[in-house]
């Protein structure tokens, strides 16, 4: 029988019970100050287990990691039992569930960052538009470029995140690489201006995260890693001179980890258009594992995208912030309710935990 949505697959040490993934979905419902995830993330999370696995919502590394309001993280003790909660949750009802690592770089404000510091970034570039912050809505700020004697810690802040996330029971990290935060930032030469060994060349552009994802499969496993990337997301103020080139390399160097997958958002989210053509394809083809395909799946493009080999898994976004029981849904053709885009960030449980399931 031809695969489809529903058939089970394994993504490296993880076991998934359909194809359908939960995509990363920043929702801003953590606490204030602690950042510790709480009963109605625990709800959320667990309402949604039926998906074959579920990515969580970007989770800052460190303190300079956060760039938005109202964040959960994943670099201190209370946080760590936080998402032991969430995972217990979802694991009781036989899903599965892994961390999306996150650093933003310069999309930050000194207002979000521990004594007002300036963000950091590969080149001190100050993204157009602007950000929440907890006064309202700030222009970004010009960020100080970082050091190349920095970048150590950097890495190591993704080691203690993921040594983090490992120990609240999560079945493997995502690094997050995509949609103009840190190391995207350092990948794309519109942000990227570098005259070090950490820019200039694809090869120089790329060692951050093929450090990052060296030091994280060290300590989690390669086949508990998946990398998050967006060659042609403008979103953030991001651009590059030859996406395909350079994103080309990536999954061919990314060859060398065996991780558990590759994911690729396939275009630009926020109905942001593409800041070039791009041919997935050729990309895909390079990339020996398995490979997430993100934006803009329906049912029917999802089943001919695993049927033709195009893509292992699909990671729906939206859908599932109103279809907390969505796998069910597309099994049996039912409709779906639609997302209120009003209540995707921050606020109750209205719009995050109180979308109906099917009747059982
Ligand atoms: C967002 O909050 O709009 C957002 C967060 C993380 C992403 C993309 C978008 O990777």
Known sequence: MALD??????????????RMVMAPLTRSRAPKGTGVPQDLNVTYY???????????EATPISAMAHGYILLPGIYTD??????????????????????????????????????NELPVA?????????????????????????????????????VHATKCALAAGFDGVEIHAANGYLLDQFLRDG???????????????????????????????????????SPVNPFNDMQDSN????????????????LAYLHAVEGGIHGGGESASFDFEQMRKL???????????DKARGNAAIASGHADVIAYGVPFIANPDLVERYKTDASLNEADSETFYG??????????TLPA
């Open 287 to 297: 990339f020996k594992g398995a490979y997430m395909a993100n934006l803009a799946y």
């Open 122 to 158: 590969p080149s001190a570039i100050q993204p157009a538009g602007q950000t929440y912050t907890y006064e309202g809505l700030a222009d970004f700020v010009e960020p100080r470029a970082l050091e190349a004697a920095e970048l150590p810690g950097i890495i190591a802040e993704y």
């Open 243 to 258: 996406p395909q080139a350079l994103f080309n390399y990536v999954a061919d160097q990314l060859n060398q980890f065996n």
């Open 46 to 56: 667990a309402q949604r287990a039926s998906a074959g696995l579920i990515v969580t």
């Open 347 to 356: 606020g109750t449980e209205k719009g995050y935990t109180d979308y109906p």
């Open 78 to 115: 209370a946080q760590v039992a936080g998402w032991k909660r969430v995972t217990e949750a979802v694991h009781a009802k036989g899903g599965k569930i892994v961390l999306q690592l996150w650093h933003v770089g310069r999309i930050s404000h000194p207002s979000l960052l521990p004594n």
């Open 191 to 229: 942000s990227n201006k570098r005259t070090d060994n950490y820019g200039g060349s694809i090869e120089n552009r790329a060692r951050l995260l093929l450090e990052v994802t060296k030091a994280v499969v060290d300590v989690a496993g390669s086949d508990k890693v998946g990398v998050r990337i």
């Open 5 to 18: 949505l529903f058939s089970p697959v394994k993504l490296g040490a993880i076991t998934l019970k359909n």
